[in-house]
């Protein structure tokens, strides 16, 4: 497992130089960090980034962005560089162009959009993977029992992870019972947990800074109390809900959660780690795997699953889109439709 307390970048691959920064992208960055996350930023800089390494490789410059015709998007998409990548990487780097032109636009720095007509293939709907019960029980129990082992093992140095175990409990915990995203579960701080609400209730900053307030459950809500109780000090105000170790001004990221998750699906004999053979890896990649966003389409497919309507879905998820709500039905449609089938025989 790598160092909580720092970045792991030993498995990092390495990047190619950037494209020298244009005062019109480094405009629109500052415009689009201000209504939106920092993932859909980086997302965004790195398509980008993308096409301009493409076009100073291709044409031996970096790109005229007000000039650009439609032709040489059109180059972009049918280039060896592009068509190998998988479609919904192809879609992203795609959606930021037609972001920056939009902006542009709207700016008065050009009349029309060169990226109209463009259209990258269209992106399959495969359906989300979800946690069965059994596998959703072992993982959350699996912090728990390693948590046991330390405990009877008594050593000092043992006291952080012990810490960092409870702290694991109390997302999973939060994951189950809310249905977050881990970027909004890692940037909850202590004043967005309103334990004496009836019924208690957290304010969660979403994806284009979009507040929404939702319930807590009471398991979510006494496992983040116990982990804070074992701190040297609990947090407050504005200081993260969940720390990368013990210090309040260190809170835990996305990536290191992840790490954690990888963990704890081994230990409950859940899923396997990916191999380290490049080959095996990425086709491992390619399969359905299990992960601590899978635990938020579990959470939408258990809600659907007891009638819960998709309006009140889509606002305890915080979409923005119902279309992207109703996809959790599919995953309903799929346990339902061998049911009828044999109750109907000729349905």
């Not at 700016?107 to 060169?114: A, F, G, N, Q, V």
């Not at 259209?119 to 399959?124: E, H, N, Q, S, T």
Request: some cysteine.
């Amino acid at each position: 497992m790598p160092d909580e307390t720092e970045e792991n970048t030993s498995r990092a691959k390495p990047r190619r130089p950037k494209a020298p920064p244009h005062p019109l992208l480094e405009e629109f960055y500052q415009q689009l960090a201000i209504s939106n996350s920092k993932y859909t930023l980086r997302n965004y800089t790195q398509a980008i980034a993308d096409f301009s390494i493409w076009h100073e490789e291709r044409w031996g410059g970096p790109p005229n962005w007000l000039e650009i015709t439609r032709d040489t998007f059109r180059a972009y998409l049918l280039s060896p560089h592009t068509s190998k990548r998988e479609t919904s990487v192809i879609r992203l780097r795609f959606a930021a162009l037609r972001a920056f032109y939009r902006w542009l636009i709207n700016i008065r720095k050009l009349e029309d959009s060169p990226m109209e007509g463009i259209r990258p293939g269209k992106l399959g709907q495969p359906l989300p993977t979800i946690f069965t019960q059994q596998q959703l029980e072992r993982l959350e129990a699996a912090p728990g029992a390693s948590l046991q082992k330390e405990r009877a093992k008594g050593e000092k140095a043992q006291q952080l992870e012990n810490i960092r175990i409870c702290r694991d409990i109390a997302v999973f915990k939060t994951l189950d019972c809310c249905g977050l995203r881990i970027s909004e579960v890692c940037g909850l701080a202590a004043q967005d947990l309103r334990a004496d609400h009836t019924p208690p209730v957290i304010d969660v900053k979403g994806k284009g800074r979009k507040e929404r307030t939702i319930p807590i459950g009471e398991p979510a809500l006494d496992a983040i109390l116990h982990y804070w109780s074992l701190l040297p000090k609990a947090p407050t105000k504005e200081e993260p809900v969940f720390l990368v170790g013990t210090s309040l001004d260190k809170p835990l990221s996305p990536r290191t959660f992840q790490y954690r998750v990888v963990k704890w699906l081994a230990t409950a004999d859940v899923q396997a780690p990916l191999p380290k053979d490049p080959k095996e890896r990425a086709a491992k990649k390619k399969e359905p795997r299990l992960s601590a966003h899978k635990m938020r389409h579990t959470f939408a497919t258990r809600a659907l699953d007891a009638g819960v309507g998709l309006l009140t879905i889509k606002k305890l998820l915080g979409h923005a889109n119902l279309a992207t709500t109703e996809k959790y039905t599919h995953l309903t449609t799929q346990k339902i439709l061998p049911i009828y089938k044999k109750a109907h025989p000729r349905a």
